[in-house]
């Protein structure tokens, strides 16, 4: 266990909700007449409101990035150990805005919400959403909670493309981008693990176009395959070796029930996931995911698409993360170096694959720690 | 080694303002002196994990990666200055790390124990590897792979075609000229193709 394990937790924490009714028009061509984003806070916005961090959250996360709920004492935030009091993103020193994107199932506007304009969940209906949707919307709170330019704006994986966006889309308004474990856009093999995903959903018969809740239904074996999916390239090949080999949980049975340890596991992790999580909601991150692609408007040079940015950035990858392996980091600095920016690199030897970004590794959060230090010291 | 003494001389090589890179930039001291000094900008590069919070705390951009076969990312002439201090005795592919920083720099700053150096000398003659604070590692611990003479240097630049546009050659703190190869200790180069 490392040192930040004793740290305290941020504590008790309370997510707030902040209306829209500025229409926000969408990527797709689309428009959200009004809406809602669902966030929490953490630390005190110092007087000159230059101490603000936006934490941007990947996949299946949310606002609640630290701290515990007093009616859900077990419901921990999830990087509680990179926020609070004396941790790497130290809640003494920063005002932490932990906020859920749109289209999600947390509270903010998406499909589970309710479409002003039919009085009914939106549902299948929800526009699709993309990282500069979030960015934009993630801008007009920004304005709301009255911080001109962040100090800095970070995330992991999906997080991560948010904070490259902000640096993109928003460079006067973000002082410093902490984009982990992510990548300029997704492979065609990354694609294709989100495809089997989204198919999994699509062809569940309890899916019936994404209007699934109106039958009161919802496509939970879709859902756990796609989650299975997923956790399978979260993890290395050779932690997954380590920790569950192949173990038998009783013998072999000579049937499809689950036999090795790993089934087991990814059944756990797949049926936990279809209880919490919404299947338009996961096939509308799994598209963001898809569609995000900064250089692709500047004839596939992310050095011409960063070229706006003025951020300083801090880029880390895990060598086992083979999601958003570190090439795909290395390619972000590389556009970086050809724009002249500042970029510092840490190229993280972690056994855990892309989940490393959400885990204590020493080196990893003494990294971070010293960076926002010198950021705001 | 607490006190880097080639750090100054290479300050001294810097021109203000110039756009540098440090091969092995260890916690960021020299570039730090480089940037508070010669407000000198650019990159160190480090594969230490310990190495790159210090480097990031003592405010120098700082990239992990590995100097072999790392530094294809650079574009040709990109930097004024490419600096590899006391590591090229380290390198495992010699010419090509040289052959690199001058792609990447129009000048390279290159400093190396020399093992030319009669202390060196003497404990060869002695029967024994030689060990100094230039070379402070056991034969067994040693990181360094080509340790080579000041003459063997010139020798290599000479086949590669490098040009010395200046170099000096230290013995504990004072500058060395005659019988550089025989007296010196620690030399530095300033290089230019």
């Known amino acids: 266990m490392s040192e930040y394990s004793h740290s305290p937790s941020v504590g008790i924490v309370a997510p707030q909700t902040a209306r829209f009714s500025e229409p926000l028009a969408l990527r797709s061509g689309a428009f959200l007449a009004d809406y809602e984003l669902v966030y929490e806070t953490y630390g005190t916005l110092n007087a000159d409101r230059s101490n603000a961090i936006l934490i941007c959250h990947a996949l299946n996360a949310s606002h609640h990035v630290a701290g515990t709920y007093a009616d859900d004492p077990d419901n921990v935030g999830w990087w509680d150990n990179m926020v609070g009091p004396g941790k790497p993103v130290d809640t003494n020193r920063f005002f932490v805005v932990g906020v859920n994107n749109l289209g999600s199932c947390f509270g903010s506007s998406g499909p589970l919400s309710i479409n002003p304009a039919t009085g009914k969940a939106w549902g299948a209906d929800f526009p699709l959403v993309t990282v500069e949707d979030w960015v934009d919307a993630q801008a007009r709170l920004a304005d709301r909670l009255g911080i001109a330019k962040f100090c800095a704006v970070m995330g992991g994986s999906l997080g991560g493309m948010q904070a490259l966006c902000w640096s993109i889309r928003y460079p006067s308004r973000v002082a ?45 074996l879709g859902l756990r395959v796609a989650r299975m999916i997923g956790h399978i390239t979260y993890i290395s090949d050779e932690q997954m070796a380590e920790k569950f080999g192949r173990q038998l949980r009783e013998g072999l049975k000579f049937s499809f029930a689950p036999e090795f340890q790993i089934e087991s596991y990814l059944r756990y992790q797949g049926d936990k996931f279809a209880e919490y999580y919404d299947a338009n909601t996961y096939l509308r991150v799994t598209k963001a995911l898809d569609y995000f692609d900064p250089a692709a408007e500047h004839g ?35 556009a970086l170096i050809d724009n002249r920016r500042d970029v510092s690199y840490a190229e993280i030897a972690a056994p855990n694959g892309h989940d490393a970004f959400l885990l204590e590794d020493p080196r990893y959060l003494a990294t971070v720690r010293a960076y926002l230090k010198k950021a705001y010291p | 080694m607490s006190l880097r003494r080639d750090y100054s001389v290479i300050a001294g090589w810097i021109q203000p303002g110039s756009r540098v890179l440090d091969l092995g930039c260890g916690d960021g001291t020299l570039f730090k002196l480089l940037a508070d000094t010669r407000q000198a900008t650019g990159y160190g590069i480090e594969i230490d994990d310990d190495k790159i919070p210090l480097c990031i705390a003592n405010g120098v951009n700082v990239l992990q990666r590995d100097l072999e076969g790392g530094l294809r990312d650079f574009d040709d002439q990109s930097f004024d200055c490419v600096i590899l201090s006391q590591t090229l005795q380290a390198m495992r592919h010699t010419e090509l790390v040289l052959d690199e920083m001058l792609r990447i720099g129009r000048e390279a700053i290159v400093t190396f124990p020399n093992f030319g150096y009669w202390h060196v000398r003497m404990q060869l003659l002695m029967g024994r590897m030689p060990v100094s604070d230039d070379l402070p ?53 300033r290089l230019t193709r």
């Open chain 1, 176 to 220: 410093h981008a902490l984009v982990i474990a992510a990548a300029p856009n997704l492979s065609a093999q990354n694609i294709a693990f989100n495809e089997v995903a989204r198919q999994a959903i699509l062809s569940d018969p309890q899916f019936s176009d994404g209007h699934f809740s109106e039958k009161g239904e919802k496509p939970r």
């Open chain 1, 300 to 334: 596939g040079s992310l050095a011409k698409a960063l070229s706006p940015a003025t951020a300083k950035f801090l880029v880390v990858s895990f060598t086992t993360d083979w999601r958003f392996a570190p090439e795909r980091s290395r390619e972000i600095v590389k």
């Open chain 2, 137 to 189: 590692y056991q034969w067994y611990d040693t990181p360094n792979v080509h340790l080579f003479t000041i003459a063997d240097f010139d020798a290599l630049c000479e086949k590669k075609g490098y040009r010395v546009i200046s170099r000096q050659v230290l013995a504990g703190d004072k500058p060395v000229t005659a019988l550089a190869n025989i007296r010196g200790s620690l030399a530095m180069y």
